[in-house]
């Protein structure tokens, strides 16, 4: 079973730092691919990175590449997700999911997590 639980979201200024968590309480985690994907308000969930199950592909939306980083520890169940030089328009609730398939299949993730909330302040 897959349960993602995302922490590490808040407010921040432009130019700053984040770095999201998101833990699953499964105990298949390292058979998935992860993602994290973005909401704003107002628009259409964006991709924004994905890793393969064992971490050795990463891939990332044109938006955040060169800013972001993807990387997970199937030894703590966990992937996370490094964000630099953040954006007003990195604004949106973080969600990470789950797929069985290539993680670039982006119709493919069927477990989600709940969210969290990234401010970026101008």
């Known amino acids: 079973q897959v349960q993602l639980v995302e922490s590490g979201g808040g407010l921040v200024q432009a130019g700053g730092s984040l770095r999201l968590s998101c833990a699953n309480s499964?105990?298949?985690?390292?058979?998935?691919?992860m993602g994290w994907f973005r909401q704003a308000p107002g628009k259409e969930r964006e991709f924004v990175a994905a890793?393969?199950?064992?971490?050795?592909?990463?891939y990332y939306g044109d938006s955040v590449k060169g800013r972001f980083t993807i990387s997970r520890d199937n030894t703590k169940n966990t992937v996370y997700l490094q964000m630099n030089s953040l954006k007003p328009e990195d604004t949106a609730v973080y969600y990470c999911?789950?797929?069985?398939?290539?993680?670039?299949?982006?119709?493919?993730?069927?477990?989600w997590g709940q969210g969290t909330q990234v401010t970026v302040s101008s």
């Open positions: 999911a789950a797929s069985v398939q290539h993680p670039m299949v982006l119709n493919s993730y069927d477990h």
């Open positions: 499964g105990r298949t985690f390292s058979r998935y691919a």
């Open positions: 890793i393969t199950w064992s971490g050795g592909s990463t």
